[in-house]
C-alpha cells in the first residue's frame, strides 16, 4: 500500500502534525502516535552519527525504525524539524520515499513562510494537508506515472498476470488484440 501515516516533529519533539492514511481513530491512532515518538531516539543516534562538524549531511535519514508491521523513514530539515512517514510495503523504494519526504519538505517550508504562521504550534493549515496527501497519493509513483499509458492487470485463463498497454511503440508486444498489447509474466513495480 505505502505511506500508512506522515507526522511532522518539532524541534523539542513535540507532535506538529500526524495524519494516518486511510484516517485512524482512537487507539489506533495512538498506535501511530507512539511508533513516530519512538522514531525520534533513531532520529538523534543518526544526527550524532552523521553529522560531522563542517559537513553539511543529506538530510534524508533513510530507515530508523521498523517494527513487525511497519517501517519508519525520517527527514531532518536545517531548522530540526523531523518529518517522518510510516510505510507498510516492506518493498517500497528508497527514491519513492525520498521524494515522498521531500515533497513534505517543500509543504512545511511553503507553510511555514506564511507570515502568520505559529512556530512550534500544531499545523492546522488546509493547504499543507492537501500537499501532504498528494506527497502520500504519489509515493506510489511508478504505476501512477504510467496509468494514462497502461491499463489494468488482468490474468488470463492460466492465472498469468499481464498489462494491457495502449502504446504499442513503446513494448515489445507478446500478443496483440485489436486494442491492446499484452505482456505477459509477472510484473513487479
Request: proline share 6%; with cysteine; hydrophobic share 45%.
Amino acid at each position: 500500500m505505502g505511506i500508512v501515516c506522515a507526522a511532522v516533529v518539532g524541534q523539542q519533539n513535540q507532535p506538529l502534525y500526524l495524519k494516518t492514511y486511510p484516517a485512524a481513530e482512537g487507539e489506533q491512532l495512538l498506535k501511530f502516535h507512539y511508533i513516530v515518538h519512538c522514531s525520534l531516539d533513531a532520529v538523534e543516534e543518526k544526527v550524532l552519527l552523521k553529522r560531522p562538524a563542517g559537513e553539511v549531511p543529506d538530510p534524508y535519514l533513510g530507515l530508523l525504525y521498523p517494527t513487525e508491521e511497519f517501517k519508519v523513514y525520517g527527514y531532518l530539515t536545517n531548522t530540526a524539524i523531523k518529518l517522518l512517514v510510516v510505510l507498510d510495503d516492506a518493498s517500497a523504494k528508497e527514491e519513492a520515499v525520498t521524494k515522498a519526504l521531500r515533497r513534505m519538505h517543500t509543504a512545511y517550508v511553503d507553510t511555514a513562510s506564511n507570515p502568520f504562521f505559529a512556530f512550534g504550534l500544531p499545523i492546522t493549515s488546509a493547504k499543507f494537508d492537501a500537499l501532504v496527501d498528494a506527497a502520500v497519493e504519489d509515493m506510489g509513483g511508478d504505476l501512477a506515472d504510467l496509468w494514462p499509458i497502461i491499463g489494468p492487470m488482468v490474468v488470463d485463463e492460466g492465472g498469468v498476470e499481464a498489462i494491457r498497454m495502449r502504446d504499442w511503440s513503446m513494448w515489445d508486444p507478446v500478443t496483440k488484440d485489436e486494442d491492446y498489447t499484452i505482456i505477459a509474466g509477472s510484473v513487479t513495480l
